[in-house]
C-alpha cells in the first residue's frame, strides 16, 4: 500500500527524541519493513496552530503543501500518529478522503470529554483555546475510517462513545528487538567505559530531566533518587545511572548531592547509543510518575532488564508485574524499595525476570510482528 503519513504532535525531525518520536520513527519502519511505501508529509503542528489567530495563515498554507506533496503518491491509507485536543489532526480530515484515501490514526489520546476538559481549562481558557482543540479532534475522530489506540485507558475512555466504538482498536507499540537486546559484550565495554565493576548492582534511570508534562518526569527522577538513597543505607553495592538530560538536571544534582550517596548522570544519550546504558545496568528503575505509555520499559525489558515502575497510567500494558519486572502503587516509597531490594539482594530472581522481559517483548512487542498487526489494520481499513 502507499501510506502518507503525518504527525500532529511532534516531527519526527525533532532533535529531541520523545517516546512520541520514537515511536513514530518506529510506525514508519515496521511499515516499510512490511513492503509499503511510506511518504512522509511536510511537518505542521497542531498545537502551534491553535495557539492564536495569527496562525490562520499557517493553517491555509500547510493544507497546500500537504495535498501537493500526498497528491503526487496518491495514496491508499492517510496515517496520522499521535493527535488529541491539544494537538488535534488538522489536515487528516480535510485532506485524506478527497485525495481517495482511507483515513487512520494511530495513537489517538483520550482527554476525557467536554465536561472535563472545562474542570481542566477553566472557563475562560476553555472557551478561547480548549473548545476550538476539542472540537477539532473530534472532527477528527469522526472523519476516521479506523481509530487505534495504544494503550487501554484510551481505549477504555473512548469505548464509552458509542459512534467510535466499531471503528476502535488497541495496539501497543513496538521496538527493534535487533537493536535492543542482550549484548554481553557490549555490556562489558559500556561498564569497563563507566568504571563500574562486576559486582556492584548497577541500577537505570532514564527520562528527559524538564519541568514539562506537571513536573511528573522531574518528580519521577526524585523518586528513584531517594529509593537508591534508601538501598545505600542498608549498606548495598549499588550504583544509579541517570540518563537524560534537560533543564531540571541542576535541581535533581543538587537533590542528590543532599543525599549524601553519589548519582552518576550520565546526560543525554543518543537514541542509537541506549542500547549500551540498558545492557550496563542491571535493573531498570524509572517510577513513570503518569507516564502515557514509556518506550524506555519496552526497550529496557528487551535488553534483559526486570522493572521497577509504578502501577498507573500506560505502564501496566507494557510491564509483567511479577513476571518481567514489579508495578507498585504511585508514589509508594516503602513498596517500591522493598521490590528494589528483592532483585538487588536476588541475582537469580533478577535474572529470571530479565529472561521472561526479554521474550515478552520478542513475543508482543517486536517491531515485525507490531508491523504486520498495523498492517491488517490498514488493510481492513482500505478495503472498507
Given at each position: 500500500m502507499k501510506i502518507a503519513f503525518y504527525t500532529p504532535w511532534v516531527p519526527l525531525s525533532h532533535p529531541k527524541v520523545s517516546g512520541d518520536v520514537v515511536i513514530g520513527r518506529n510506525l514508519v519502519t515496521a511499515l516499510?519493513?512490511?513492503?509499503?511505501?511510506?511518504?512522509l508529509l511536510p511537518d505542521f503542528s497542531g498545537q502551534k496552530a491553535l495557539s492564536g489567530p495569527l496562525e490562520a495563515p499557517g493553517i491555509v498554507a500547510a493544507l497546500r503543501s500537504a495535498r501537493r506533496v500526498a497528491a503526487q503518491l496518491?495514496?491508499?491509507?492517510?496515517?496520522?500518529?499521535?493527535?488529541?485536543?491539544?494537538?488535534?489532526d488538522i489536515l487528516g480530515p480535510t485532506l485524506a478522503h478527497g485525495l481517495g484515501a482511507r483515513y487512520v490514526i494511530y495513537g489517538a489520546v483520550y482527554r476525557g470529554g467536554y465536561q472535563r476538559l472545562r474542570r481542566r481549562k477553566g472557563r475562560i481558557a476553555h472557551l478561547w483555546s480548549g473548545l476550538p482543540g476539542f472540537a477539532?479532534?473530534?472532527?477528527?475522530l469522526r472523519a476516521a475510517d479506523r481509530v487505534i489506540v495504544n494503550k487501554r485507558g484510551d481505549l477504555e475512555g473512548y469505548s464509552r462513545v458509542s459512534w467510535l466504538r466499531p471503528k476502535l482498536s488497541m495496539l501497543t507499540p513496538g521496538i527493534s528487538t535487533e537493536e535492543f537486546r542482550p549484548d554481553p559484550e557490549l555490556r562489558a565495554l559500556t561498564r569497563t567505559r563507566l568504571g563500574l565493576d562486576d559486582r556492584t548492582v548497577v541500577l537505570l534511570a532514564a527520562s528527559r530531566l524538564t519541568y514539562r508534562g506537571g513536573g511528573r518526569k522531574l518528580e519521577s527522577v526524585r523518586f528513584a533518587i531517594d529509593c537508591f538513597s534508601d538501598l545505600c543505607r542498608d549498606g548495598q553495592d549499588v550504583t544509579l545511572l541517570v540518563a537524560g538530560d534537560g533543564k531540571a538536571r541542576p535541581e535533581l544534582e543538587a537533590?542528590?548531592?543532599?543525599t549524601g550517596f553519589r548519582v552518576r548522570f550520565v546526560g543525554a544519550v543518543a537514541h542509537i547509543d541506549m542500547s549500551a546504558i540498558y545492557n550496563a545496568a542491571d535493573i531498570f528503575m524509572f517510577p513513570g510518575l503518569r507516564e502515557p505509555i514509556g518506550m524506555v520499559y519496552l526497550e529496557a525489558q528487551a535488553c534483559g532488564l526486570p522493572v521497577v515502575a509504578f502501577r498507573n497510567k500506560g505502564i501496566p500494558d507494557v510491564v509483567r508485574d511479577g513476571e518481567t519486572g514489579f508495578?507498585?502503587?504511585?508514589?509508594?516509597?516503602?513498596?517500591?524499595?522493598?521490590?528494589?531490594?528483592s532483585l538487588t539482594t536476588d541475582t537469580e530472581l533478577r535474572k529470571s525476570l530479565g529472561h521472561m522481559a526479554v521474550s515478552f517483548i520478542r513475543e508482543n512487542h517486536d517491531?515485525?510482528?507490531w508491523g504486520q498487526a498495523l498492517s491488517r489494520e490498514l488493510l481492513a481499513s482500505a478495503s472498507l
Open positions: 516499510e519493513r512490511q513492503g509499503h511505501t511510506v511518504q496518491k495514496p491508499d491509507i492517510w496515517l496520522s500518529c499521535y493527535c488529541d485536543s491539544e494537538a488535534p477539532l479532534n473530534l472532527r477528527a537533590h542528590a548531592r543532599e508495578l507498585v502503587p504511585a508514589l509508594d516509597r516503602e513498596l517500591f524499595g522493598e521490590r528494589l531490594r517491531l515485525d510482528r
